[in-house]
């Protein structure tokens, strides 16, 4: 097996090419071993290069409402009152730790994509 590490966007277009010529590769081959080293080392590059960024704690609950049909009401057990969920919507006014906690653990919104600040 001739892999070597992903050290140049070239490489990692070449790594790329040869892991679309290899996706009909059966498990427990060496074409199959090759691949899965090859996606490995890939995706390495990629989170090194790549990093995806946590989305906006609002844009999260908002994804989620529309994925759910929730309306803004429906956030009052986890926000507080109706005034406080638009102000959170609006964002007028920041999301404290209690309804960060609420929100994942009611709704299973990631703790991660609602904690990242303003600032950020």
């Keep these: 097996m001739d892999i070597a590490p992903i050290k140049s966007q070239r490489d ?14 059966k498990r427990n081959t060496p074409e199959g071993d090759r691949l899965d080293v090859l996606v490995t080392l890939v995706e390495a590059w990629e989170r090194k290069h790549y990093p995806l960024d946590l989305p906006d704690p609002v844009e999260a609950i908002k994804y989620h409402m ?8 429906d956030l009052i057990p986890f926000i507080g009152s109706r ?6 919507l609006n964002r007028k006014r920041p999301l404290t730790l209690k309804m960060i906690w609420r929100l994942h653990e009611g709704l299973g919104i990631p ?3 609602l904690i990242k600040s303003r600032a950020a």
Excluded: F, W
Excluded at 12 to 25: C, Q
Excluded at 83 to 88: L, Q
């Design 83 to 88: 005034n406080r969920v638009h102000e959170v």
């Design 12 to 25: 990692y277009r070449r790594a790329l090419k040869t892991i679309e010529s290899l996706m009909a590769a």
């Design 66 to 73: 529309d994925q759910t049909g929730l309306q803004p009401r």
């Design 111 to 113: 703790a991660e994509s």
